[in-house]
């Protein structure tokens, strides 16, 4: 509660709503996660998955993950994004295609003035579960648990969004990364090699 120094009313305090996008991106499958903090409460709003293996090429693939990112963020207006940021590794070409993924899914945000923050693999994983080395499975059980939900474990992608939101959550004083800031180098290997079917 708070006081008013000019009134001797009491006026309660109102807590805004926070919603946070999180987005797993990929060329094959992307997963979107929704949730909604309230006064220090975790909601989830929506989760899914982006299915781009139907597409012929890459150019319709991220034209179709830009305009579901978009679609998302015109329905449910998120004050923020967290993305994955999966940045080094040697295989270049699963770089460069997931690179471009991450470009689209960051594009749509900037294009709504929306901020993002960027988190590494293993630290959503630490974030969540306490093991940077986490399971998809464990993951998707632990973001179930937190918040309340009984998740399809058949959308590993989508859990890992809401994780990413989770994550996001836990440390909501984190800035974005700075434009040519490198991330810990490592973190983009330990992504390919979970999700090389996410890969053209």
């Known amino acids: 509660m708070i006081i008013n120094p000019t009134s001797s009313t009491i006026q309660p305090v109102v807590t805004p709503e926070k919603v946070i996008l999180g987005v797993d991106p990929g060329t094959m499958i992307a997963g979107y996660g929704i949730i909604s ?11 899914g998955v982006v299915q781009l293996s139907k597409y012929t090429t890459y150019q319709l693939k991220l034209q179709k993950l830009y305009e579901t990112i978009l ?16 940045f080094f590794g040697k295989n270049v070409q699963a770089m460069l295609k997931l690179g471009r993924a991450q470009g ?11 901020p993002i923050v960027e988190y ?8 969540v579960t306490g093991n940077g080395n986490a399971s998809k499975d464990q993951v ?20 890992d969004a809401l994780a990413i939101a989770v994550c996001h959550h836990f440390h909501e004083n984190a800035l ?7 991330n810990k180098k490592g973190a983009w290997g330990a992504f390919v090699s979970e999700n090389s079917n996410r890969i053209l």
Request: glycine share 6%; no cysteine.
């Open 120 to 127: 590494a693999p293993r630290r959503i994983k630490q974030s």
């Open 176 to 182: 974005p990364v700075a434009p040519g800031k490198k």
């Open 71 to 86: 679609r998302l963020i015109d329905e449910y207006h998120p004050d923020e994004m967290a993305i994955e940021d999966p």
């Open 104 to 114: 689209v899914v960051m594009a749509a945000a900037l294009s709504r003035n929306i």
């Open 140 to 159: 998707s059980q632990m973001v179930g648990h937190l918040l309340k939900e009984d998740l399809d474990p058949k959308f590993f992608d989508a859990t």
């Open 37 to 47: 903090v309230k006064g220090g409460t975790m909601s989830m709003i929506q989760y």
